[in-house]
């Protein structure tokens, strides 16, 4: 609580955080916005108030998206207030029994989540048939029928991919990959072309033996569950072994980096310099000019995770990774740093704010009149499908991973 009070001692209550909040540019409440949150965690503080329902529900609807730091004048870091908050409630709010099975279970135990895959991987490959879509249309579980949404089409097999003939990039560099829970549970295509990619150009890549990076914990408040996670990773992943830890989860990314700040021991420091991006991986060392690319007339627009343009600064990069297709034209959506309303698992805890927030992100997309959206996040694709099925079922648009679009339309 003293750290919650010195961060707080910056807020001048300026309001300019009315900009970019997501919840607030929904609901013109000043309870869910950075301000109103800051003032109330302020009364909390000064026994004012107790930890009352009402001021419960303006913290756990915080995104800790980080849109509010950014523009603020005076650097108050609201999404470290609000998680520093949510660690206190935590420790006297019941968790949803869903939730706490997710979270302590099956988070942590990747076996688990693969057997959960494969139903997800049979389910995927049949969802679009005729009597599948007439049994969904009754089921009366309203969590089920959103994550059932979210799930990505089945997207087949990656073969092996071919270069152009410029050789190999260098056989010297190892590098580890950072299995992230959602490749495990839906995403068999996205895995698969970071690997193959890293494969074709002569790059020494392997899976790391790492569990969940923590980040649904950290940002939820379960700060032990979290260090469990990351001490497992740093003990059993062999990081040393590489040079670079690559990950194609904006959020996996955004944590593995602060593996070092958040744990304060010199292996979590070690680990925590060599994970990188896909994205930032493929342009920094050029990679993407090893292959040669089909013609394509698509419209692309790009969704920026919080995770990626605001933890990790990377945005010119799935840009240039559209680019590379020749005949694309990309189109900036208004708002692309906007928070889609995913956020974890915010759209399962926060259905009607997330839906909020999803079909302005959504409206933003159909202005460009795209038919592919990039993200490069599980997370945020998982939401934007939702949102495309839910708000724009009439439209054709597809939203993919960069790397998923690029591998997509390598020559074969
Ligand atoms: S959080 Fe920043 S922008 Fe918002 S009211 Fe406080 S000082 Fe102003
Ligand atoms: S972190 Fe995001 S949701 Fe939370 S107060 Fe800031 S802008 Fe609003």
């Known amino acids: 609580m ?18 970019s909040c997501p919840t607030y540019k929904v609901t013109k409440n ?12 302020d009364l909390v503080l000064e026994k004012k108030y107790d930890w009352q329902k009402q001021i419960i529900y303006a913290i756990e609807t915080c995104l800790q998206c980080g849109a509010c730091v950014e523009t603020c004048p005076s650097s108050v870091k609201t999404d470290l207030v609000m998680n520093l908050a949510k660690r206190e409630i935590v420790k006297i ?8 099975f997710a979270y302590k279970i099956l988070l942590p135990t990747p076996q688990m989540i693969k057997i959960v895959g494969k139903f997800v991987k049979v389910y995927s490959k049949v969802k679009d048939k005729k009597v599948v879509k007439y049994v969904k249309r009754l089921n009366p579980i309203n969590d089920l029928k959103r994550l059932e949404r979210s799930l990505p089409n089945y997207r087949g097999e990656v073969g092996e991919l071919k270069t152009k003939g410029k050789g190999s990039f260098n ?26 990619v890293l494969k074709a150009v002569g ?14 914990h950290w940002f939820s408040g379960d700060i032990e569950t979290f260090r469990n996670l990351a001490n497992y990773n740093l003990k059993n992943s062999e990081y040393q072994k590489y040079d670079f830890i690559v990950t194609d989860c904006a959020t996996c990314g955004a944590i593995l980096k602060r593996y070092g700040e958040l744990l304060e021991t010199k292996e ?3 680990f925590a310099q060599k994970v990188i991006d896909i994205n930032e991986f493929l342009v920094k060392n050029e990679l993407l000019d090893y292959f040669e690319y089909e013609e394509r007339s698509d419209v692309i627009t790009v969704h920026d995770p919080c995770h990626l343009v605001r933890e990790q600064k990377v945005k010119f990069e799935p840009r240039k990774i559209a680019n590379m297709v020749p005949g694309v034209k990309l189109i900036e959506m208004k708002d692309s740093n906007m928070c889609c309303g995913g956020a974890g698992v915010f759209s399962i805890t926060q259905p009607r704010m997330s839906d909020e927030i999803l079909k302005v992100k959504i409206k933003n997309i159909l202005e460009t009149k795209a038919n592919i959206v990039l993200a490069a996040c599980p997370s945020c694709i998982m939401q934007l499908t939702r949102g495309v099925e839910t708000f724009a079922p009439n439209s054709n648009i597809k939203v993919f991973h960069p790397i998923e679009y690029l591998v997509q339309h390598i020559k074969k």
Not at 2 to 19: A, F, H, S, V, Y
Not at 30 to 41: I, Q
């Open 30 to 41: 000043e309870f869910y916005l950075a301000r109103g949150r800051n003032r109330l965690m």
């Open 2 to 19: 003293t750290q919650i009070k010195e961060l707080l001692l910056r807020c001048n209550k300026c309001g300019l955080c009315q900009q």
């Open 203 to 216: 790059i020494h890549v392997e899976n790391l033996t790492n569990k969940c990076c923590g980040a649904p």
């Open 171 to 196: 056989k010297e560099i190892r590098v580890g990959y950072f299995k992230n829970c959602a490749n495990l549970l839906a995403f068999n295509f996205l895995d698969q072309s970071t690997f193959n």
């Open 268 to 270: 979590a420091h070690e």
């Open 93 to 100: 709010k019941k968790q949803n029994i869903l939730l706490k």
